[in-house]
Structure formats: structure tokens, C-alpha cells
């Protein structure tokens, strides 16, 4: 057992049964032992390899789309432009990047990146120079907002529901007759579902539903844009727990710490929050359309024609429904008078009281 797992099991025994998403939290941001506080999780060196480490036209298409709603929006100067969950600040480098082709919107930008991982923040630093750190997304100024959230809300930790024969149950995290760790049930009197046959499991994210209303109160209030990209899709169900490491899926209580832990985003109730704190939303899009709509495919070739010899294949990786084209989705936010963000459609029951 890791050294975590060891923290993990002796706080069951002295406790009882752990809910999952503190077993996630505690796996993921342990200040000794969690995973992302003592390692580099991206790329082929590390467990798992994101869009923005694929290629460049990903943040460059970002980028763009953010620049659009910038411009439709009258050029707010200044404005914060900010991500969630920023890995190793390759998606914002290569947003503003693309941003400096739009006269003064580079100028009026004022960076603020939302990251816990103290090494995370040293990698971050060293790639975007003077930039602003933030805990939490209730730090980000009072002021018009474009911001973009790639494969964050996945690593949020989440709980997990069981329905029974006699109702819903919460799956946690025990110890078996050895003293490792083994999945539980326990009674859930918080679960506030509704009916399912016997056997459904439902996934709730305590955590990504205050942030969403955060992101959304802002914009509603002082403009701007939010784009979210993560696997999953909408209203869903069933059990997408899941651990990866070294660029392999392996039993997420294998090897606490040690691996990374994730689950499939429902951009449902994201959507929700959103709108009740006042912004629009869009349709939840497959990452692939949406890209294609944007361009995506002519400036790949045009990167190949320059000499990128992987340019198409990262199209095809990024796009291909086979590949992340379908898996990975995108959800928008903006501001309620303000057009509808570039590549993207309104929820049709928002579109009348725009």
C-alpha cells in the first residue's frame, strides 16, 4: 500500500467507511502525498496527455473563439482573462498567443490562473512569466470575464449513489478482511435523487456547482465569456470513477496518490447553475464539431503546408470521433445581451428571454 493509502486505511479504521469524494480529495490534493502536489501529471513523461499538449491549434482555436466574444462585446478594457485548472500553462500560452493578432486585446488582458498545486504554480510561472495566482474562482475580480476551463471539473472529487431495494445507497471507500481498501455501501439520507430501478448509480459533484455560479454570477454581471471543455455528456448516469497512470486505466484504489482520479463531467446540472445565476448557455457541443466549426481543419493544413509534420494527425486526435472528437464535450457561458459566443447554439428554452 502507498504511503497514502496506509493515512487513508488508518483513518477508516479510527472512523469508519470514507465517502468517495473525500477519499478523491484527499488522493488528489494531499499536501505530502496527493498526486498533484508532487508531480508533473502531463505529457508522455507523465500519466496523461491533454489537448493543449497535443497541439497548439487547440489553445489557438480557444483563443480565437474568446477574441470574437471580446470584440462582440464592445472590447472591455480591461478584462480578466483566466483559467481553471491551467496543468502547465500551455493552453494559456497559446491563447495569448493567438489574442495578439487582435489589436489591444493582449494589452487589456489581465492574466489570473486558478490553481492549488504549489509545483503546478512554479511550472505555471515559469512558462507565462508575471502572472496571477489564485485559490479559488471567488477571487476573480469584479470585472467583464473570459475564461476557459480545460479538464478540470473531471478531477473534482464526486459521490456516488447506489439505488437499492430499499432506496438509495452512498458507495464509499472500506477496508476488506486484509485491511486494504475495497468499495462500500452505506445509507443515504442526503441523497436527493430521483427514482431509479434497483442497481442505477448516480454520480453528484458537490464541488463544480458553486463554481459554475461563481463563473457565471461574474459574467452575468460585468460580461464576458466562459468556455468549458471536459468528457462526459448530459444528464448522464452509471459509474465513470476511474484512475489513470502512466497512460494506463488501472483500479482507482490501487495506488493512492499515485495515480490520477476522474470522472465523467455531466454538463447538465453545470448548466443549470449557470443559468440560475444569470448567465446564458449553450448547447452542449462534441469537441470535434465545435472545433471543425471554428476552423480547426484549415489551420491545420496550414500549419502542415508550413512544415508541421504533426499538425494533421493532431487534427485527427482532436476531432476524430474515434479519438476525443466525441468523448470530450463544450459548454458556453456568457453574458445575456451579448451574441452567442463563436461555433456554439443557445439552449433552445434560453433563447427567448435573451
Same mark, same amino acid.
Given at each position: 500500500?502507498?504511503?497514502?493509502?496506509?493515512?487513508?486505511?488508518?483513518?477508516?479504521?479510527?472512523?469508519?467507511?470514507?465517502?468517495?469524494?473525500?477519499?478523491?480529495?484527499?488522493?488528489?490534493?494531499?499536501?505530502? #502525498?496527493?498526486?498533484?502536489?508532487?508531480?508533473?501529471?502531463?505529457?508522455?513523461?507523465?500519466?496523461?496527455?491533454?489537448?493543449?499538449?497535443?497541439? !497548439?491549434? =487547440?489553445?489557438?482555436?480557444?483563443?480565437?473563439?474568446?477574441?470574437?466574444? *471580446?470584440?462582440?462585446?464592445?472590447?472591455?478594457?480591461?478584462?480578466?482573462?483566466?483559467?481553471?485548472?491551467?496543468?502547465?500553462?500551455?493552453?494559456?500560452?497559446?491563447?495569448?498567443?493567438?489574442?495578439?493578432?487582435? +489589436?489591444?486585446?493582449?494589452?487589456?488582458?489581465?492574466?489570473?490562473?486558478?490553481?492549488?498545486?504549489? #509545483?503546478?504554480?512554479?511550472?505555471?510561472?515559469?512558462?507565462?512569466?508575471?502572472?496571477? #495566482?489564485?485559490?479559488?474562482?471567488?477571487?476573480?475580480?469584479?470585472?467583464?470575464?473570459?475564461?476557459?476551463? &480545460?479538464?478540470?471539473?473531471?478531477?473534482?472529487?464526486?459521490?456516488?449513489?447506489?439505488?437499492?431495494?430499499?432506496? *438509495?445507497?452512498?458507495?464509499?471507500?472500506?477496508?476488506?478482511? !486484509?485491511?486494504?481498501?475495497?468499495?462500500?455501501?452505506? +445509507?443515504?439520507?442526503?441523497?436527493?435523487?430521483?427514482?431509479?430501478?434497483?442497481?442505477?448509480?448516480?454520480?453528484?459533484?458537490?464541488?463544480?456547482?458553486?463554481?459554475?455560479? !461563481?463563473?457565471?454570477?461574474?459574467?452575468? @454581471?460585468?460580461?464576458?465569456?466562459?468556455?468549458?471543455?471536459?468528457?462526459?455528456? *448530459?444528464?448522464?448516469?452509471?459509474?465513470?470513477?476511474?484512475?489513470?497512470?502512466?497512460?494506463?486505466?488501472?483500479? +482507482?484504489?490501487? &495506488?493512492?496518490?499515485? @495515480?490520477?482520479?476522474?470522472?465523467?463531467?455531466? =454538463?447538465?446540472?453545470?448548466?443549470?447553475?449557470?443559468?440560475?445565476?444569470? $448567465?446564458?448557455?449553450?448547447?452542449?457541443?462534441?469537441?470535434?464539431?465545435?472545433?471543425?466549426?471554428?476552423?480547426?481543419? $484549415?489551420?491545420? !493544413?496550414?500549419?502542415?503546408?508550413?512544415?508541421?509534420?504533426?499538425?494533421?494527425?493532431?487534427?485527427?486526435?482532436?476531432?476524430?470521433?474515434?479519438?476525443?472528437?466525441?468523448?470530450?464535450?463544450?459548454?458556453?457561458? *456568457? @453574458?445575456?445581451?451579448?451574441?452567442?459566443?463563436?461555433? =456554439?447554439?443557445?439552449?433552445?428554452?434560453?433563447?427567448?428571454?435573451?
Amino acid at each position: 500500500m502507498t504511503p497514502l493509502g496506509r493515512l487513508i486505511a488508518a483513518q477508516i479504521r479510527l472512523s469508519g467507511p470514507m465517502a468517495l469524494d473525500e477519499y478523491m480529495r484527499l488522493c488528489l490534493l494531499h499536501p505530502q #502525498h496527493g498526486y498533484y502536489a508532487t508531480r508533473d501529471p502531463f505529457g508522455a513523461g507523465g500519466d496523461f496527455t491533454t489537448a493543449p499538449e497535443i497541439s !497548439q491549434i =487547440f489553445g489557438e482555436m480557444i483563443g480565437l473563439a474568446l477574441a470574437q466574444a *471580446w470584440l462582440d462585446q464592445g472590447r472591455p478594457v480591461p478584462f480578466t482573462l483566466a483559467e481553471i485548472g491551467p496543468g502547465r500553462g500551455t493552453l494559456m500560452a497559446d491563447i495569448l498567443r493567438a489574442i495578439r493578432i487582435v +489589436p489591444g486585446m493582449a494589452e487589456a488582458a489581465r492574466v489570473a490562473l486558478v490553481e492549488v498545486s504549489p #509545483h503546478l504554480r512554479r511550472v505555471q510561472r515559469d512558462r507565462l512569466g508575471d502572472i496571477a #495566482h489564485l485559490d479559488d474562482v471567488s477571487q476573480l475580480p469584479q470585472a467583464p470575464l473570459f475564461l476557459v476551463a &480545460n479538464e478540470f471539473f473531471d478531477a473534482l472529487p464526486i459521490r456516488q449513489f447506489q439505488r437499492g431495494a430499499q432506496g *438509495w445507497a452512498e458507495r464509499v471507500v472500506a477496508l476488506d478482511a !486484509q485491511g486494504g481498501l475495497e468499495m462500500g455501501l452505506v +445509507p443515504a439520507a442526503d441523497a436527493a435523487l430521483p427514482a431509479a430501478p434497483q442497481g442505477v448509480i448516480r454520480e453528484t459533484c458537490p464541488e463544480a456547482l458553486p463554481i459554475v455560479a !461563481q463563473v457565471a454570477g461574474r459574467i452575468a @454581471a460585468h460580461g464576458g465569456c466562459a468556455i468549458l471543455v471536459d468528457y462526459g455528456g *448530459w444528464d448522464g448516469q452509471g459509474d465513470t470513477f476511474q484512475a489513470l497512470r502512466r497512460h494506463r486505466p488501472e483500479d +482507482p484504489l490501487a &495506488n493512492p496518490g499515485e @495515480a490520477d482520479l476522474t470522472a465523467h463531467v455531466d =454538463f447538465a446540472p453545470l448548466a443549470a447553475a449557470a443559468r440560475g445565476a444569470g $448567465a446564458r448557455v449553450s448547447r452542449m457541443a462534441t469537441q470535434g464539431d465545435w472545433l471543425k466549426r471554428l476552423g480547426i481543419e $484549415a489551420r491545420a !493544413q496550414r500549419l502542415a503546408r508550413l512544415g508541421d509534420a504533426g499538425a494533421m494527425a493532431a487534427l485527427h486526435r482532436l476531432t476524430a470521433p474515434d479519438e476525443m472528437g466525441h468523448l470530450f464535450k463544450v459548454l458556453a457561458l *456568457w @453574458a445575456r445581451h451579448a451574441p452567442v459566443p463563436a461555433g =456554439f447554439e443557445p439552449l433552445d428554452d434560453d433563447a427567448d428571454d435573451a
